[in-house]
């Protein structure tokens, strides 16, 4: 939600969603959730989200967000997340 300091995560096919809070009740207004490369739901189970203070890792086995870096949006902007990842072919 955008003004509230959580992400919420829906189980497909149920009608309820688990909030779960992030690190600071300052932390609002998400702008990105993406999936780590590779992710699973049972072996990799991390989102990144990108908010107004911050970008957290989400748990969604153990329903925790933990802190990656604390780095503010400017105002005014749209500010997307970008990751680079080095893929080795191999």
């Given amino acids: ?39 699973n739901a049972k072996s990799n189970p991390y989102l990144i989200m990108r908010n107004n203070k911050a970008i957290n890792l989400i748990d969604t086995i153990n329903m925790k967000i933990y802190r990656l870096a604390l780095t503010s949006n400017q105002r005014g902007t749209v500010p997307k997340m970008s990751l680079l990842f080095d893929q080795k072919e191999g």
Avoid: H
Avoid at 5 to 23: D, Q, V
């Fill in 1 to 39: 939600m955008w003004g509230e300091a959580a992400a919420y995560l829906c189980i497909k096919g149920e009608k309820t969603a688990i909030r779960i809070n992030c690190p600071s009740s300052e932390e609002t207004q998400c702008t990105d959730l993406v999936e780590v490369p590779d992710f």
